[in-house]
């Protein structure tokens, strides 16, 4: 019994016909009809019934059939398996995230790339979660780590890689008369944020988002202001100039924090967290590629919460 056989064998029962079969792979009836006789002899059974209409399965044919498909897919499996797994992995991984993420795993994930998979290439980009559940649809990026879910019709592998804590981050050295306050704090609770103006990125930014969903929840109305900029680097420049205060994850502001640019704190009461996914398009054609780049994502992440850059929970 080899491979061939197997093929044949579920092609013919499927198309019903050996005439049919042939067709389908393009090769000769009688070099199918052989290969189905070698089966027969070998298995010691009759596998079809022929008549002028073609084949129909005996009772032992159905039976071989189903043994015959998970055979066939336990071979597929096997061949994908060793692929996965070879050296000679190579090609680029698009990989999207949002300014914060990028700021703590950017530089650590393109050296662990570089070491542990060499053949393959980084292509980062930065983003809104919007614009990356955009990307990862229309299949221009292969990753996206971002904060919400998709809400289309595309089966996707959804991977949790944290729950992070947001933080009320200010300036350290800048701090208005309103603020001082809250430089020997810790931590806020959450409707004392009403007292504060708060910079957002972006209107359709998912902390924006999600503050105000919590906000409305507590029946307060939190006070934002129009962003300086949408870019994370510039609005950050305003916040360590006292121009306001901004909510993020400390993965946007711990290399600001450990040099003791800003101050942060963590808000409580309740917490706020939000998951940090890992996505990508089941059907991709990288899938083993995703796959590796993903498990050093999470060896990154995990470096980086120990490390305390990026504080949170991590999966269990």
């Known amino acids: 019994m080899n491979t061939k056989q197997l093929h044949y064998f579920i092609v013919t029962a499927e198309k019903k016909s050996i005439a049919g079969a042939a067709k389908a792979l393009d090769i000769a009836a009688p070099a199918i009809s052989h290969q189905l006789g070698s089966l027969e002899h070998e298995l010691k059974a009759t596998l079809f019934i022929r008549d002028y209409k073609g084949v129909s399965l005996t009772p032992s044919g159905h039976r071989f059939f189903a043994h015959a498909q998970q055979l066939m897919q336990k071979i597929e499996f096997a061949k994908r398996d060793l692929l996965d797994y070879s050296d000679t992995l190579n090609g680029v ?69 944290m729950k992070e804590s947001l933080f009320l981050v200010m300036s350290k050295e800048n701090a208005s008369t309103i603020q001082t306050d809250l430089l020997n704090r810790k931590s806020i609770e959450f409707w004392r944020l009403v007292n504060y103006d708060l910079i957002t ?31 994370l680097a510039t609005n950050m420049r305003y916040v360590a100039q006292g121009r306001g205060l901004i909510v993020l994850p400390s993965s946007a502001f711990y290399h600001l924090e450990q040099r003791g640019i800003v101050h942060s704190l963590e808000i409580t009461e309740p917490d706020i967290k939000r998951d940090v996914l890992a996505m990508s398009a089941s059907s991709s054609s990288k899938k083993s590629h995703i796959e590796k780049v993903i498990t050093l994502i999470k060896t990154q992440v995990g470096e980086a919460h120990s490390n305390g850059m990026w504080r949170g929970t991590l999966p269990s």
């Open 93 to 161: 991984i698009s990989i999207g995230m949002n300014e914060g993420i990028g700021n703590v795993l950017s530089m650590p994930l393109i050296d662990a790339i570089s070491q542990a998979l060499p053949g393959i290439t980084l292509d980062l980009r930065t983003a809104p979660t919007y614009r990356l559940n955009k990307w990862l649809h229309k299949g221009k990026i292969d990753i996206a780590l971002t904060y919400k879910q998709l809400d289309i019709n595309r089966d996707v592998n959804v991977e949790t890689l």
């Open 201 to 231: 990125l972006n209107s359709r930014d998912s902390s924006f988002e999600l503050l105000n969903e919590v906000a409305s929840k507590a029946g307060i109305s939190l006070n934002f202001s129009l962003p300086y900029s949408g870019q």
